[in-house]
Nanobody, 125 residues
Framework: QVQLLESGGGLVQAGDSLRLSCAAS????????MGWFRQAPGKEREFVGS????????YYADSVKGRFTISRDNAKNTVYLQMTALNVEDTAVYYC??????????????????WGQGTQVTVSS
């Protein structure tokens, strides 16, 4: 069992940067594919990106590619989402997720086993 806790959200202006963190407690963090998702008001939860166990492979939604970077520190049981050039369309609740027996490029939220409570990111124009 893995418990996930996101932090780092807030209110920023368009063009700003923000880094989200997701701390995992529990066992075998290394065995999990980690993903970031987001959900804007009135919209479905959508894939942002994911990272494999070593951090050597990352995958992104087209909407954030080149602006967002996912990384992980297995010694700290933490995964990060560095967001740059934020725009108002990035406003959403951001969730981290952990999947045990999935491909590292998995984009379907239903395939992830564990979820954090989410952190709000609001980008003002």
């Amino acid at each position: 069992q893995v418990q996930l806790l996101e932090s780092g959200g807030g209110l920023v202006q368009a063009g700003d940067s923000l880094r989200l963190s997701c701390a995992a407690s529990g066992r075998a963090f290394l065995l999990y594919i980690m993903g970031w998702f987001r959900q804007a008001p009135g919209k479905e939860r959508e894939f942002v990106g994911s990272i494999n166990w070593s951090g050597g492979s990352t995958y992104y939604a087209d909407s954030v590619k080149g602006r967002f970077t996912i990384s992980r520190d297995n010694a700290k049981n933490t995964v990060y989402l560095q967001m740059t050039a934020l725009n108002v369309e990035d406003t959403a609740v951001y969730y981290c997720a952990a999947g045990r027996s999935i491909r590292p490029d998995t984009r379907e939220s239903g395939k992830y086993d564990h979820w954090g409570q989410g952190t709000q990111v609001t980008v003002s124009s």
